[in-house]
């Protein structure tokens, strides 16, 4: 990750002026337009009624009206929108605290460098299984709790999974992305950030004006565009608050995904409305690091 | 962006299915033989694993042996997952060679097809086994009130059944009806509740209500009656929003399907589940779904009984083969072989006993007899079957429940 805010701050010169590079590129847009762009693409259609299953082709924004304009929209799209913000948020915290710790106690040790990057490789999905499996009410903790008393059958442990906060939900987002911001923040701390700490060290700063003057400056670059990343993908990811989300607020991916399988086929572009607003809000979040990405890179 | 769209949209585009590759059941020797070497996509709910084995290990050897098809089973959490394949296929251009063979459909998945004009017509009636079913009977030659014209070929039958543990509750307990079971639940906060509809079984604990607290399925028979149902379904809406808070986590969330349902009937966190199995719960019993001790039992005020089909979507790459399965399953032996909960199902027959020659009944004659009490009696089962009502009811409640419970 850390290389590519390099990689997107100075890319312009390299690429201008060199003739092969459509040609090099050639592989990877034959994967992305395809299946990126066209499905994007037909979902914009489907959405404002082109492309329609009922053959009704007449393109209106009825979908868009009728679903900005109902309670239940707005109560996921900020359900959504809290996940995904408390999750980045934490995992953050989380995964830079850990990284601080783990340079200053166990850079050189494998098994922690393994065990901080172990769940990277999980799937999201067997995350949220895990999390069903241990936090449920009839789950690992739960019977742990009954069996030394602390409370009385399943009924009595406090309700993580299927919940209206979403505790769950949060609690798989930041046990998979909290490894990811250590990781990035490693990446830097390994290496840039070592000279400079000493360097700094030698002049006499503390522990404390070291990190808000040299650490923190390094990492941003490299954490803000993780954290858009992780922000994006927890607002716009469906498994996990399906499998882990209770009745109701549910989050927008799974709204779109409800109105999708909808047997009502009228539903069908308000799924689709409900897939293109999620794309949205993900292109806003780049906009934003974009502009950011500059003030830091200013500041520089 | 656009003109990559059409472009691609255009290129996959291929003509509908050409005639001559459309099997025509009264030549069955012809389909037979083109169905030789073909690989069938069955797409049906996967949920059940005994379900899941039993195609696997009764249906697919049969066919691998006797007509050199492949039965290849496509399992979706929901059968709408395998709709919108169809659809998106159909859509995208792709009028033949489609991904699903067959599908195991009914209800308002089969009015969506329908609606579509996804679907293969008129050959249900003509294949060879059709003579076994009772396609006079509107239990068979209507799908929730929409009339099959040949679209679909009856796989099996099923009936609406609550199911208890016997440890936990005593039959002298048990509700017999909706406006007992209110009592119930308020009795005991927390020990009850349903899947969320859309899931099957909550769209037929709702549905089902909704005839008992309006006075009766007899009014909603007559096809689809939207001021009617507005006026009436208000009684459902405050009878379920009133039990509400006294259901499993105060009402504020629900189990989404029947698996999740059963987990917690399992680890005794509620104490009723449901099941749609006329032979009864003994393979859910045996695979350890359902406790030793759960019974069915149905209400006195009726439960809902329906058939469950096979189709042929009209783009499928291998509908030769297709119909083959879908007559193959007819065969008295195999709707017997379904039926006995021993083989890990319990599904109801699609075929009438009365259209069987004598010999041919004895396999089923047998497993009625070998019933158990985990099985709800066929005679009362019968006394009590309701029917099904048009799809566009079951459209409607969904869509109301999901305004006036769930977001409530």
Redesign the interface.
Known sequence: MSARTEDTTRAEPIFRGEPGVWWRLAPALLIV??LF??AV??AV?QSVGI?G??GSSDPSLAAYRSLLGS??FW?SLSFSAYLATVATTLSLIIGVAAALTFRRFFSRSRVWSFLLQMNLAIPHLVGALAMLLVLG??GLLSRGATAVGLTH???GFP?FV???RGLAIIAEYVWKEAPFFAVVALAILGTVATDYDSVAATLGAGRPQRFRYVTLPLLLPALVPAAVVVFAFSFGTFEVPLLLG???PEALPVLAYRR??????AARPEAMAAGVIIIIVGLAAAVAYQRLARRLEGRR | MLVVVVLVAAACSTGPIADADIPDPSNWDEVVARARGQTVNLFMWGGSSQINRFVDTVYAPLLEDDFDITLNRVPVADTVDAINTILAELQGGRGRGGSVDLVWVNGENFLTLRQADALLTDWATSIPNARLVDWDSPEVNQDFGLAVNGAESPWGSAQFQFVYDGARTTVEELPHSYVELRNWVEAHPGRFTYPAPPDFHGTRFIKQAFYEVTGGVESWLLGFDETAYDAAAVELWSYLTGIEPFLWRGGTTYPQSLAELNRLFANGEVDFTFTQLPAGIGANIASGVLPATAKPFVFDTGSIGDSHYLAIPNNAAHPHGAMVVANLVLDPELQAAKFDPANGWGDGLAISLSRLEATEQSSIAKVTAGLSDLAVPPDRLQATRLPEVSAEYTIALERDWDFYVRQN
């Open positions: 337009i395809p762009v066209v693409g037909l259609l492309f299953v009922t309670a239940e109560r009410q009839s059958g399943t009924s309700a299927f919940d209206s209770g009745s109701f999708f399988v909808n047997v009502d086929l």
